[in-house]
T-cell receptor, first 114, second 107 residues
């Protein structure tokens, strides 16, 4: 069974559209994350949720809105998509927020904005 | 701004050699550090983490941490072609990743 899953795997859309990416983890973890990896492979934290509560919200345009219906799910909704949003988005989860808690990554969603 | 610096490479080593990957970080208060491996088109997967000064060994991998110098490294012994990937250094507390070092192991 996949520990951290994301849908869709690929997403191609036009500028200005609104899209969502879903993430689910079956590890029983309390903390979930969204990362963006750009074309230069730089992996940057966007959001972190602990037990459905927002913990970290890095400098991300407010067009990006995470939603956590329960602690096993963390979805990412993006409004008014721009060319610069094209990247691979990774969801991750960890047991807690401790210094030694390992993050497990999902397979990624490759978003292409045309 | 908290930063994690890595040489982007590629670092090329022959099969069987020791590969040495280095990482420096700017936040002196950082406590624990993770090394991830990422194959092209795949997600990062954990190799090991370290939070105490000194060495930590796991199979062919050894992580080294020197908090005074704000330096963490990963040694891969007996490198194999299957080790060819990008290696990401990360600071857990700030969830900051380096840009990664590409390792190429030639048969």
């Amino acid at each position: 069974d996949t520990a951290v899953s994301q849908t869709p795997k690929y997403l191609v859309t036009q500028m200005g559209n609104d899209k969502s990416i879903k993430c689910e983890q079956n590890l029983g973890h309390d903390t979930m994350y969204w990362y963006k990896q750009d074309s230069k492979k730089f992996l940057k934290i966007m959001f972190s949720y602990n037990n459905k509560e927002l913990i970290i919200n890095e400098t991300v345009p407010n067009r990006f809105s995470p939603k956590s219906p329960d602690k096993a799910h963390l979805n990412l909704h993006i409004n008014s998509l721009e060319l610069g949003d094209s990247a691979v988005y990774f969801c991750a989860s960890s047991q807690a927020q401790g210094e030694t808690d390992t993050q497990y990554f999902g397979p990624g969603t490759r978003l292409t904005v045309l | 701004q908290k930063e994690v610096e890595q040489n982007s490479g590629p670092l090329s080593v022959p099969e069987g050699a020791i590969a040495s990957l280095n990482c420096t970080y700017s936040d002196r208060g950082s406590q624990s550090f993770f090394w991830y491996r990422q194959y092209s088109g795949k997600s990062p997967e954990l190799i090991m983490f370290i939070y105490s000064n000194g060495d930590k060994e796991d199979g062919r991998f050894t992580a080294q941490l020197n908090k005074a110098s704000q330096y963490v490294s990963l040694l891969i012994r007996d490198s194999q072609p299957s080790d060819s990937a990008t290696y990401l250094c990360a600071v857990k507390g700030t969830l900051t990743f380096g840009k990664g070092t590409m390792l190429l192991v030639s048969p």
